[in-house]
């Protein structure tokens, strides 16, 4: 659905080089560690960064996608916050929605009580769901949040999960993060992106501790137990 036919960043220090990887419809979560280059393949997806963008080919259900306003809600890493209140925030990138939409956006990301708050008074969880809420309602076929579960409590890392779940029902959700027994759990696919490399997407299934020991020098076990992937170090 989402294909990468070829993508190459030239940083100073650093280099990304992807060639052919699709995106299916579902959650597509990308791994790996600091400085791997995720944030990269998503910047390049997007396009950003031209001068050191020196490939970039792809193609979104068969269509090249030139420029991806329309087709991809973007949510980076880092993001400013503006004085804005949260009610009028959740629609900046949307336009107007009918307000059983809204409402009903509202209540999913439980923002009800800060409707009235500034943006930059929110706590970073809280600023993190009203990011979401506004992906949510730009309503684009392809969502890619980068560190999903980044400032999230428990309680809200489960729900945000099972948000874009929901999402990947009709979407291509790529997600980077690193919770690695939150991705198995919750993920349809798994890509490992290390040294500007990737590999994947894989089912989620078919991870093994090899393979993520492997991607970030640490010896790792997986267990997986009624639909819960647990990933720990080993200590012996
Ligand atoms: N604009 C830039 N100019 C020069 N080097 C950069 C730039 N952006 C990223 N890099 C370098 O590219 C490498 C990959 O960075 P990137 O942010 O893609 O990693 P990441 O996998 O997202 O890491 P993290 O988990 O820490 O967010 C790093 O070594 C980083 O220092
Ligand atoms: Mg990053």
Not at 79 to 105: A, C, H, I, Q, W
Not at 131 to 140: P, T
Request: charged fraction near 25%; glycine fraction near 10%; include cysteine.
């Amino acid at each position: 659905m989402l294909k990468i036919e070829q993508l190459q960043i030239s940083y100073e220090t650093f280099g990304l080089e992807i060639e052919e990887i699709e995106f299916p419809q579902g959650v597509n979560v990308v791994l790996g560690p600091n400085g791997g280059g995720k944030s990269s393949f998503m910047e390049g997806i997007i396009g950003y960064g031209h001068e050191t963008l020196s490939k970039r080919s792809i193609q979104f259900r068969g269509e090249p996608l030139e420029r991806v306003e329309g087709i991809i809600s973007y949510l980076p890493q880092e993001n400013p916050r503006f004085r804005v209140l949260v009610r009028e925030y959740l629609t900046m990138t949307s336009g107007s929605v009918p307000k059983r939409v809204f409402d009903e956006t509202v209540m999913n990301f439980d923002l009800e009580g800060l409707l009235g708050h500034s943006i930059e008074s929110l706590s970073g969880g809280e600023f993190k769901r009203a990011q979401c809420a506004q992906v949510a309602l730009e309503d684009k076929p392809v969502i890619m949040l980068d560190e999903m579960e980044q400032g999230l409590d428990m309680n809200y890392q489960h729900e945000m999960m099972d948000w874009i779940c929901r999402e990947g029902e009709g979407k291509v959700i790529v997600a980077s993060m690193h919770d690695a027994s939150l991705a198995l759990t919750y993920a349809d696919t798994i890509t490992l992106v290390k040294d500007g490399r990737a590999e994947g997407p894989m089912p989620s299934a078919s991870v093994t501790a090899e393979m993520l020991s492997a991607c970030y020098g640490l010896p790792l076990t997986v267990k997986r137990q009624e639909g819960v992937a647990l990933v720990y170090r080993n200590l012996l």
